[in-house]
């Protein structure tokens, strides 16, 4: 299987790592935007633009599936961009959500939900899960953890001050969704914080999990092929992925 990755800039090499670890798939075309990141400040019509063009660049590849690893993308765009591709779309927020409530062991466990503005402002997870019978969501959008991440701060005073910022009054929760392909970077800050009950739900996890659940996977592939295309700057993708990803 040859599939594309889609991200707003470098993040989603976190979904990436994911699908690495798995062995899922001989071939791997990335394309992060990173002449237009960030996309969780921008409004919805110009998200699904940047989708679909997206999805035209991966037309100049024979793919069999495209991923979405941009929360904010597969919060706005999926549909529009199912219509424009040739291949099936697949998008992170669909499988947090399931991801979330197999992780759940039931429906009255507080979840709290972390994205960019755009994602918390589409309500795409809280729809999901009221969908599926859970009411106690919380939502926050913590954008401030993207630009620390894209400096490559993953501890220390400045993160704990931005914790500090957006969690001081909000109750601790039982699942906390990391709604933005950068979140996962700081996974153990934010496990620090919440505590160890807290069932953190990372995106590249989630996919994987909804990925052998909804196909048919007949081999594992040792070694998988990596391209890497970014609409700015393609080298400094390429250096970010061989540390991120150790290759
Ligand atoms: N990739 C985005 C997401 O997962 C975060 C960065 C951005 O705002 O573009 O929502």
Same mark, same amino acid.
Request: glycine fraction near 6%.
């Given at each position: 299987m040859k599939i594309g990755v889609f991200d707003s800039g470098i993040g989603g090499l976190t979904v990436v790592k994911s699908l690495l670890e798995h062995k899922l798939f001989e071939e791997i075309v990335y394309f992060g935007d990173t002449a237009r990141v960030p996309y969780g400040v921008k409004d919805k019509n110009t998200i699904i633009r940047y989708a679909i063009e997206a999805v035209e660049f991966f037309k100049n590849f024979e793919l069999d599936l495209i991923i979405v690893a941009c929360n904010t993308v597969s919060a706005y765009a999926l549909s529009e961009m199912r219509e424009s591709a040739s291949c099936p779309v697949v998008g992170v927020v669909e499988a947090g959500i399931l991801a979330t409530a197999n992780a759940l062991s039931n429906k009255h466990e507080r979840v709290l939900i972390l994205g960019t503005k755009a994602t918390v402002n589409s309500k795409a997870y809280e729809t999901g899960l009221n969908a599926l019978g859970y009411e106690n969501l919380q939502a926050k959008a913590t954008g401030l953890f993207v630009p620390i991440v894209e400096e490559e701060i993953y501890e220390g005073e400045i993160l704990q001050a931005t914790l500090k910022h957006y969690f001081s009054s909000? !109750? @601790?929760?039982? !699942?906390? %969704?990391?709604? /933005?392909?950068?979140?996962?970077? %700081?996974?153990?800050?934010?496990?620090?914080?919440? #505590?160890?009950? /807290? @069932?953190?739900?990372?995106? #590249?996890?989630? %996919?994987?999990?909804?990925?052998?659940?909804? +196909?048919?996977?007949?081999? &594992?592939?040792? &070694?998988?092929?990596? &391209? +890497?295309? !970014?609409?700015? $700057?393609?080298?400094?993708? @390429?250096? %970010?992925?061989?540390?991120?990803? $150790?290759?």
């Amino acid at each position: 299987m040859k599939i594309g990755v889609f991200d707003s800039g470098i993040g989603g090499l976190t979904v990436v790592k994911s699908l690495l670890e798995h062995k899922l798939f001989e071939e791997i075309v990335y394309f992060g935007d990173t002449a237009r990141v960030p996309y969780g400040v921008k409004d919805k019509n110009t998200i699904i633009r940047y989708a679909i063009e997206a999805v035209e660049f991966f037309k100049n590849f024979e793919l069999d599936l495209i991923i979405v690893a941009c929360n904010t993308v597969s919060a706005y765009a999926l549909s529009e961009m199912r219509e424009s591709a040739s291949c099936p779309v697949v998008g992170v927020v669909e499988a947090g959500i399931l991801a979330t409530a197999n992780a759940l062991s039931n429906k009255h466990e507080r979840v709290l939900i972390l994205g960019t503005k755009a994602t918390v402002n589409s309500k795409a997870y809280e729809t999901g899960l009221n969908a599926l019978g859970y009411e106690n969501l919380q939502a926050k959008a913590t954008g401030l953890f993207v630009p620390i991440v894209e400096e490559e701060i993953y501890e220390g005073e400045i993160l704990q001050a931005t914790l500090k910022h957006y969690f001081s009054s909000v !109750a @601790k929760p039982d !699942a906390l %969704i990391l709604g /933005c392909t950068h979140f996962p970077l %700081i996974s153990d800050v934010l496990q620090g914080y919440f #505590g160890k009950k /807290c @069932k953190l739900i990372h995106s #590249g996890d989630a %996919i994987v999990e909804y990925l052998e659940k909804e +196909f048919v996977f007949s081999q &594992k592939y040792e &070694k998988t092929q990596l &391209k +890497f295309f !970014a609409s700015e $700057n393609p080298d400094a993708l @390429k250096t %970010i992925a061989k540390k991120w990803l $150790n290759f």
